[in-house]
């Protein structure tokens, strides 16, 4: 039995050996079509050869991207993941055993922990909490991938700030080399705006009938919305071509696009009546999903396990049994309210909770058991003693 067994090992210290061993060329190729950048982390940690042969970052971290109005102010794009922490399965009880955190990237080796739905810091951390977040601990998932375009150097101030893209969403894609991209965004007309590889400035595409509301990367396309719930899948060819793909929804106030669970679902918040100007507060909801073969938007009656959520300049979903005391069939929303101080405008966003089978709703902290998902840390998120919860 004794010899059986260390024949077995040096059979896997074989293998270990030879996948160790795989040309760089080869590794740079599967590092390119990984999904998510939590991946590419996974792949470098596998043995220091494969640590060595891949690069952090497939693409810069910073470029110029020259606004379309011909201003010189340069910005750059800012990448946020949405992850999932949960405990090994062999500690996993019925308590909460799932925390959702954005992190966004500063530099490479170096990132800060912000709201999975809006855009601010986590604030007032326990004392105790760790400055280094050791993921190989946790089981770990990638949910989604925010970005935002951020100034390179400073703010320009006063009018030359007004052509400034609108404070929403901005979505990339991958090349099929894996190296470059393009991005599409919501330019302050309500216009889409692309950057593509070999591009300085930003292209406004003039072809939306409507203002936009929202757009994502769906299926290896762009996809965006306006606010009739007209939707278009964009090329990015030169210039880009606009491809209907359903015929508006009338009725609510705001089109967000999700994907959840394979297809692409369509929220349409309805605001409270009589509320206008810098504060808009959800009434209710109602959610379609993309029939392509018809397109058409069809409404949903149930989303069944599964949670949306709709960020400040995100949206994504999750199947809600993957947390403790969690129901699906619900929505996470944000309250945006801007208020002045001195001669500046500024936000403050509270989140809340929708029920699409009953129309229930609140804010987070009337409901516990989901207020916990996000706020406030889970103590195996930070403590060594995992195996003692």
């Excluded at 039995?1 to 061993?21: C, D, G």
């Excluded at 379309?68 to 999932?84: A, E, F, N, Q, V």
């Excluded at 909770?353 to 889970?378: H, R």
């Amino acid at each position: 039995m004794h010899v059986q067994t260390q024949s077995r090992k040096l059979q896997l210290n074989s293998s270990m050996a030879r996948w160790s061993q795989l040309p760089p060329d080869l590794l740079l190729l599967i590092a390119q079509r990984l999904n998510t950048h939590f991946d590419l982390l996974c792949l470098r940690s596998v043995c220091s050869s494969w640590h060595a042969c891949v690069p952090s970052r497939l693409r810069p971290s910073r470029f110029q991207i020259l606004p379309p109005d011909g201003t010189s102010c340069s910005l750059y794009l800012s990448k946020r993941s949405i992850l999932c922490l949960r405990l090994p399965e062999s500690h996993c009880k019925p308590t909460n055993c799932s925390w959702l955190i954005k992190v966004e990237e500063d530099a490479p080796g170096m990132a800060h922990l912000v709201n999975p739905l809006s855009t601010s810091q986590f604030k007032q951390l326990p004392p105790n909490f760790p400055k280094t977040i050791d993921f190989s601990r946790f089981r770990v998932s990638e949910l989604g991938q925010e970005y935002v375009l951020q100034y390179m150097d400073r703010r320009p101030s006063g009018e030359a700030d007004e052509w400034s893209l609108r404070k929403e969403k901005v979505t990339c894609s991958r090349t099929s080399n894996g190296e470059d991209f393009a991005m599409l965004t919501i330019h302050k007309s309500g216009k889409l705006a692309m950057f593509r590889p070999g591009d300085t400035r930003l292209t406004i595409i003039h072809d939306m009938p409507s203002r936009c509301d929202d757009l994502i990367y769906f299926n290896g396309e762009f996809y965006a919305v306006d606010n009739t719930g007209r939707t278009v899948t964009v090329s990015t060819g030169s210039p880009p071509v606009l491809s209907l793909i359903a015929d508006s929804v009338f009725g609510g106030d705001k089109k967000s696009l999700v994907e959840s669970n394979g297809e692409l679902l369509m929220v349409d918040t309805y605001f409270c009546p009589g509320i206008r100007g810098l504060m808009k507060i959800a009434a209710r909801f109602k959610v379609f999903k993309l029939d392509q073969t018809g397109h058409t938007w069809v409404e949903v009656e149930s989303l069944g396990d599964q949670i949306l959520f709709l960020g400040e300049k995100s949206t994504f979903s999750a199947v809600a049994s993957e947390f403790s005391g969690c129901e699906g069939n619900c929505i996470y929303y944000t309250h945006t309210f801007f208020f002045r101080n001195g001669d500046r405008y500024h936000a403050n966003t509270t989140i809340g909770i929708f029920n699409l089978e009953n129309g229930s709703m609140g804010p987070l902290s009337s409901f516990p058991d989901y207020s916990k998902v996000i706020w406030p840390p889970p103590a195996w998120a930070y403590t060594d003693n995992i195996g003692s919860i």
